[in-house]
Structure formats: C-alpha cells, structure tokens
C-alpha cells in the first residue's frame, strides 16, 4: 500500500522569506500523481500544485514551486514570498495513475503553516 | 461556476443516534467521494461513485455506515448508530472524470461537515 509522511507537523515563516514543506512517500508504481492541498480554517481543501510522475521537470504555480526528487521519493513544497493568507494546514497527497484504476488520494498527516507578521 | 456544496456544515448529536450528510458536485462531474477526516490526520477514502454506482467501498464501515447516489448526482451518507470515535470532519469531492488523464481528474473539494458525537 502507499504511504506519505509529513515530518512537520508545524512550520513557521516571517512574511515575505522563503520556506519549504517536505513530504515522502513510499511507493512500488511508476505511474502516479503528487499534490500539495491547502486546508485553511474554512477546512476547505485547495489544491496548490500537482506533478506528474513521468515529468521530470518541476512543476511551479506563481509562488509555488516543487522540488521532486523521484529516485528519493521526495516531494517539497517551496513558498517563496510568504503571504499572510498563506497561513493554513498543507498536505501532501498521492494518487496511482490511470491505468492502476485505484483513484483515491492517499494523504499525509498535514503541516501546519505559520505566516508571523 | 459553484462548487462542491455539502450540508450541514456542523452537526452534533448524542451517540447512538443517526445522521445524514448531503452532498452536490459540480455539475457534470461523474465521479464523487467522500473522504472522513479526524483531528489532526489527512482525509481517508470512505467511498467513491462513479455515477450511480459505488466502485470503491472498501473503507466503509458497512456495518453502520451507508451512503447513496441517486441519479448520479447528489449523494448521502449516513452512520447509524453514531458511536463517539465517528467525531470527525466529513469530506465530499468530486472529479470530471476519474479516468481521464491531467486535470480532468483533478478532486475538486467541498467545505465538509463537522459531526461531534457526544
């Protein structure tokens, strides 16, 4: 079965600096998907970011960039220019490809994000 | 374009008693889930729906737990009896198409419902 770890439970950043959520996971596929969810107080789940398994080029989203690093199994969460509304509950999550059939996003524990002013 | 709608958004009841959660997708969205979350964790899967019918019901608790779709839109879900370890934040999801690659298959998620069981 996968698995994805969070080791963070909490982080915190001054606002406007950098930081970087890390996530692994264990798995025996090849084909798969990784995301990274918001969860504000709302519990509303936002997706952030996705990276395809099979592309090797990070993927980045205005502020938000991944580090994947496949060999590893490792999947980070770079924030660059932290705001104040990025302050939430992050998650990493997993989900087989296509052809495996099994659609569920397997999730971490979360990371808790601090933005101090 | 609204979003996925869940109702109610918090819920408290004795143990024991049942409830019901509702759930709407997004429109034209074939597949719906419905994640549980306890305190602290990331969502599990309960159950998924690809329209009306249920592919992947493995983590349900049958034994108390049900859930339908009717006409392959809105869906229920419902515990009954209520024991106290069913505290959680309930999660529904819906996609456009599981099966299809990229975004297509993106989850799309709701609000959620808060149940305390007392």
């Known amino acids: 079965a996968q698995t994805v770890t969070q080791s963070q439970p909490e982080m915190s950043v001054q606002e406007a600096e950098t930081v970087t959520l890390s996530c692994t996971y264990d798995t025996s596929e090849s084909d798969y998907y990784l995301f990274w969810y918001k969860q504000p107080p709302s519990r509303q789940m936002i997706l952030v970011i996705r990276?395809?398994?099979?592309?090797?080029q990070n993927a980045t989203e205005n502020r938000f960039s991944v580090n994947f690093q496949k060999a590893a199994k490792s999947f980070s969460l770079k924030i660059s220019d932290s705001q104040l509304g990025d302050a939430a509950m992050y998650f990493c999550?997993?989900?087989?490809?296509?052809?495996?059939?099994?659609?569920?996003?397997?999730f971490g524990q979360g990371t808790r994000l601090t933005i101090n002013p | 374009e609204a979003g996925v709608v869940q109702s109610p958004r918090y819920k408290i009841i004795e143990k024991k008693q049942p409830v019901a959660f509702w759930c709407n997708p997004i429109?034209?969205?074939?597949?719906l889930y419905w994640y549980r979350q306890n305190l602290g964790q990331g969502p599990e899967l309960l159950i998924r729906y690809e329209n009306e019918e249920a592919v992947d019901d493995s983590q349900l608790p049958k034994d108390r737990f049900s859930a339908e779709r009717l006409k392959g839109v809105d869906s229920t879900l419902k515990i009954q009896p209520a024991e106290l370890g069913d505290s959680a934040v309930y999660l529904c999801?819906?996609?456009?198409?599981?099966?299809?690659?990229?975004?297509?298959?993106?989850?799309?998620f709701g609000p959620g419902t808060r149940l305390t069981v007392l």
């Open positions: 999550a997993y989900r087989r490809g296509i052809i495996q059939g099994a659609q569920k996003l397997v």
């Open positions: 999801a819906s996609s456009l198409d599981s099966q299809r690659e990229g975004q297509g298959n993106e989850q799309f």
């Open positions: 990276q395809e398994a099979y592309k090797q």
């Open positions: 429109s034209g969205h074939n597949t």
